[in-house]
């Protein structure tokens, strides 16, 4: 039988509470399907681990994580205990950055049941592959001088190979869709990265003469994304484009709380990392009702990147059953637990 290795890394706040029920949930279909289970190995790296060690992980960490098929996080960071660049850059961002994570990908859908807050969703149904790993959140930058004469800078970087392998693997994407692909930017405003991503958006379309493409500046396309969401099928953005966009399609959603999420690594050599788009919602701890639902669906995005798509298939389908019963969390208008939400996804699995 084949055994999937996965580093879990439940993280702060609720991540704790929701990657046990994701868990639970991959567990489930492992024994429906048979040839395959899931082994996981659980590494309390977090916000309270840096407050006992000065470290978000410690020092040999990345290399323990590099033995893994995946990693399989829930949420980093409480800023009661830890500042937020702190424990980013400790944690989730050093794996980004060593594991070479350069995509990033986030569908947004309409799940049955769920009210978006849009009034007419329109069955939208996009995913946005984000640039993962230079742009607007490269390190390249200082602060200098003090007082009113104190200067930040902060320098993008946008390298042709980083820009082109987003690009591709956009194009990819689209193939298994609609075959349409709009790409984020701001030439009108941002005199030499975006136009430079213009260019190479252009370049790439030449080599998908069968996919449609467009380009819209971001501060119209985050707009379509309220207005006229399911007119996107695959969306190409820059790291901190796409980090904005994506929240936007999280909260079409209804929640934050139903928003899944991969770090790929497309070259093979490291485990990609997936992760659901919300924090860790201190407000919460403890209370028994996070929706588990982002975390699950997270899961599916991991099955399908090991290759368990038919799987994946009917984890996802055994949301879209349970949320259009209404059986959600208070996130959602509903009042049932996160263990209630879980179970009800595996019922619906062994169906």
């Not at 098929?69 to 980013?88: C, K, M, T, W, Y």
């Not at 936007?248 to 139903?258: D, E, N, T």
Request: hydrophobic residues 40%.
């Amino acid at each position: 039988m084949k055994k999937w290795n996965i580093a879990s890394i439940p993280g702060d706040g609720i991540g704790k509470e929701v990657v046990p029920a994701a868990e639970q949930v991959l567990h489930t279909i492992a024994d429906i399907h048979g040839g395959f289970q899931f082994e996981f190995t659980s590494f309390p790296w977090s916000s309270e681990y840096y407050l006992e060690h000065g470290v978000m992980m410690p020092e040999d960490g990345i290399q323990t994580l590099a033995s893994f098929d995946s990693i399989f996080l829930g949420a980093v960071g409480n800023e009661q205990l830890v500042p937020d660049h702190v424990s980013l850059w400790g944690l989730l961002i050093k794996i980004r950055r060593e594991f070479e994570q350069v995509i990033n990908m986030r569908p947004a859908k309409v799940l049955p049941g769920i009210a978006s807050p849009l009034a007419n969703p329109n069955q939208f149904d996009f995913v946005v592959v984000r640039e993962n790993s230079e742009g607007e959140y490269s390190s390249s930058g200082g602060r200098i001088g003090n007082g009113e004469e104190e200067i930040a800078i902060q320098n993008a970087v946008f390298t042709r190979k980083g820009t082109e392998r987003a690009m591709r693997f956009a194009f990819e994407q689209a193939k298994k869709r609609s075959g349409h692909v709009t790409s984020a930017t701001k030439s009108n405003g941002i005199i030499h990265s975006m136009p430079f991503w213009d260019e190479v958006f252009n370049d790439v379309s030449q080599d998908y003469p069968e996919m449609t493409t467009e380009s819209q500046h971001i501060d119209a396309l985050a707009a379509f994304l309220v207005t006229k969401p399911e007119t996107l099928d695959v969306v190409v953005a820059s790291n901190l484009f796409g980090d904005i966009l994506t929240d936007i399609g999280a909260g079409i959603m209804g929640s934050i709380g139903v928003a899944p999420a991969a770090n790929l690594n497309v070259n093979g050599k490291y485990p990609s990392m997936f992760e659901p788009v919300h924090g860790s919602a201190p407000d919460i701890i403890g209370k028994g009702i996070a929706n588990p639902i982002g975390q699950i669906w997270t899961a599916k995005m991991m099955l399908d990147h090991l290759g368990e798509e038919e799987s994946a298939t009917k984890v996802l389908e055994a949301i879209e059953q349970v949320t259009r019963q209404q059986m959600v969390t208070p996130d959602l208008g509903g009042n049932c637990t996160t263990e209630e939400v879980t179970n009800a996804i595996i019922q619906e699995l062994k169906r």
